[in-house]
């Protein structure tokens, strides 16, 4: 079988990974010269099981309203003059309630459990190296309110099997004594042993290579124009060289959309929408200037809703949704304070550790922002549209990282006539006696 995937950030690469270890012929096709060079390029670098939640809770809509005026807020809603984001903000405001979190948990931790396996498994076959730490992931908390909160949330990834433990904060500084220098700040954490880090867009790229030695046929720097169809199924996709100006119609047995946020634009060419949404994301990439007392445990801040990670000798730290279209700028008054935001909290949290200087100041710190696909529930979009002979594997929001392996590995056993083993709501795939629920598709 000949599958054409579009889209090569870490979600089409690693769905043309499993697809040429099951023998198929794969054309894969991006835009940019290389894979990951997007929404892959810059992420919180967090492999986050145990923090695989929704952001739609009882307490979502309150703290949005609280955050509207904030430059600052985690999750900022810019409202447009666009249809597609109020009509997204509604079902968003219909999952913010305890039933809808509890199932939409469900789904999230069951595909990054299988998720986390496969990358194993990847990771022993390929022997990528990408700035992984296998030392697990800890939350610290600054106020005792939303500490008192975490067993709660503990106790939730617990009985999904993730061994998620509440720690007092002699434990947490056991655990990570490079927060010692914060200590007077922290009330307590939680910790899973069994998370882990590494560099997103590293992994992709070195995929992308042992992909293209098995055959794989890579069109990088290619746009996708069009997706055509006839009698209720798709005909070819219409790319065109960026290069040469030259196009061209793509023929295959398969067509696999993994363009992200843009997957949204491209389904409605052929009658198929999807309520995937951009979320914007900001993250900065800091030399270390003490590489000895810098964090190995990837973190997450909970006042701010941050993720640090260590790679190498430098910090990622990212974070925030900005809910306002497909905004790329990083030299807007707002981008700016967001992108500050993130580098002032580490000389907060771990002065004189990394660079945090400005470049007026002499310092080179590496902004970036992606555009984070998100359907309101967070649960990913993976399977069969209702056009033949296409398929789907977008809306992964803030983990398409944790969910990327598993995600490719399921849509290539979907493609291949089998059902992947996880309690998941596959697209246009029956779910038998399982009690999930498919995500909805037009």
Sequence with gaps: ???????????????????????????????????????????????????????????????????????????????????????????????????????????????????????????????????????????????????????????????????????????????????????DRIVGGTYTESDESGDCREFTQQLLRRCEAQGLRSLMGHDILRLTSNGGQISAVQVRDRNTGQSRHLLADAYVVAAGSYSTALLQQVGVRVPIYPGKGYSATLALKNPAAAPQVSLLDDQLKIAISRLGNQLRVAGTIELGGFDLSLDTPLARTRAQMLVKRIEQVFPGVADTRTPEEGGDPQFWCGLRPATPTNIPLIGRTKVGKLWVNAGHGTLGWTHGAGSGKALAELICGEVPAMNFGFCGVPTGDRKVQTPAMA
């Design 1 to 183: 079988m000949h599958v054409v995937v579009l889209g090569a950030g870490i979600i089409g690469v690693s769905t043309a990974w499993h697809l040429l270890q099951r023998g198929h012929e794969v054309t894969l096709v991006d835009r940019q010269p290389d894979a990951a060079l997007e929404t892959s390029f810059g992420n919180a670098a967090q492999i986050s099981v145990s923090y695989c939640e929704p952001w739609a809770n009882r307490e979502a809509p309150l703290k949005a309203l609280k955050w509207l005026f904030d430059p600052e807020g985690p999750l900022k809603f810019r409202p447009q003059l666009d249809p597609a984001q109020w009509v997204w903000g509604l079902q968003f405001l219909a999952q913010c309630n305890d039933s809808a979190f509890e199932r939409n948990v469900a789904q999230l931790v069951a595909l990054g459990s299988y998720s986390h396996a496969a990358l194993k498994d990847m990771v022993a076959a390929t022997g990528l190296q990408y700035n992984r730490l296998t030392k697990g992931i800890a939350h610290y908390y600054t106020s005792q309110k939303s500490f008192d909160e975490a067993g709660s949330a503990a106790e939730l990834m617990r009985r999904h099997g993730v061994n998620r433990k509440v720690v007092s904060k002699d434990e947490l500084l056991r655990i990570e004594p490079a927060l010692r220098g914060f200590a």
